[in-house]
């Protein structure tokens, strides 16, 4: 299901991923992929190697060669079968997944990183995929999002300052569940080259950014549920409650195993998750029409009819 890149099989022994286009070196996965093996984390497909060139007189990273997952199945298929099913057992595990990716990321030396990002960027940046969401939002749901937008700024509002003492790490930046393989052995994540539909987003972010994207695929899922496998509305939301709160425990609890609970900032999840659906708002938009009734159906239950005021 990769959107932006293109990937090849090999014997069923390795995958090799083409970037599309080529990018600039220096790059960050390469760096990414070597400090987790280094920190003990093999929840994801085992690096092998990378192949870089010369394009237009400057270093490229062409591709990205990892080992085979046998039997894997992105979220976007295994996750709306959990969902279908109202199963939730599998966020326990995804939880600790994540908790586990953080605490590798957050041992990556910040002198290999950008400057961390500032209170008032982030809060820029999310004001503005409203505003852009709204622009590019038409008919019917546009006039049911304007509605709204006044209830969305107020949760936005928390990403300004960024409370003292909360951490910022080296984060995925594109963490939802389509990212996430369920495979023979259990599961792996995969795709470190960030958010490819954000242009220059920050890579030391709060680890409370990837999180929240990963919930709000956890609801996007329900919706895909309701659409494509005639789940009942109420049944899908219902689900999605119990695996993100499932989700969340099994994350808090990994990070308190560790002494590390305070890399997550729950303070900010909330306004990161409107951020986000503005930002699929966006996707939409621009690449894929059709995907629309996720972010919005996500959005409707977020903010029901009787509290628009």
């Known amino acids: 299901m990769d959107q932006t890149n293109y990937s090849v099989v090999v014997d069923e022994r390795v995958v090799v991923k083409w970037l599309t286009p080529p990018a600039p070196l220096p790059h960050p996965t ?47 298929e295994w996750c709306v079968d959990e969902a279908e099913h109202g199963r939730t057992g599998f966020a326990t595990e995804l939880g600790r997944l994540a908790a586990g990716l953080h605490l590798a990321l957050c041992t990556l030396p910040a002198s290999t990183l ?18 852009e969401a709204l622009d590019l939002t038409d008919g019917a749901d546009g006039a049911w999002l304007a509605a709204r937008a006044g209830a969305m700024r107020r949760e936005l509002a928390a990403l300004e300052p960024v409370p003292a003492g909360s951490p910022l790490i080296r984060i995925h930046g594109d963490l939802h569940v389509g990212q996430i393989l369920r495979w023979r052995d259990g599961y792996a994540v995969i795709d470190f080259d960030g958010n490819p ?46 695996a993100r709160a499932t989700l969340l425990t099994a994350y808090r609890r990994r990070l308190a195993e560790e002494g590390r609970a305070d890399l997550l900032d729950e303070s900010l999840i909330r306004p990161f998750e409107v951020e986000q659906e503005c930002r699929e708002l966006i996707y939409a938009a621009r690449h894929l029409p059709r995907w629309r009734y996720a972010p919005m159906g996500v959005l409707r239950t977020w903010y029901p009819e009787e509290n628009t005021a």
């Not at 497909?45 to 997952?69: F, K, S």
């Not at 950008?114 to 505003?131: M, Q, Y």
Request: charged share 20%; net charge negative; aromatic share 6%.
């Open 30 to 76: 390469p760096e990414i992929l070597a400090h987790l093996v280094e920190a003990g984390f093999n929840d994801t497909a085992p690096p092998y190697a990378a192949l870089t060139g010369v394009v237009d007189g400057r270093e490229h990273l062409l591709a990205l060669v990892t080992g085979y997952l046998p039997e894997a199945r992105d979220g976007w």
């Open 197 to 242: 539909t954000v242009a220059d987003a920050a890579t030391y972010q709060p680890a409370a950014r990837d999180v929240a994207q990963l919930t709000t695929s956890l609801d996007h899922v329900a919706q895909v549920a309701i659409k494509r496998r005639s789940t009942p509305p109420a049944r899908a939301a219902a689900w999605a409650e119990r």
């Open 114 to 131: 950008p400057g961390p990002v500032k209170g008032e960027d982030l809060a820029v940046r999310a004001e503005s995929a409203l505003t």
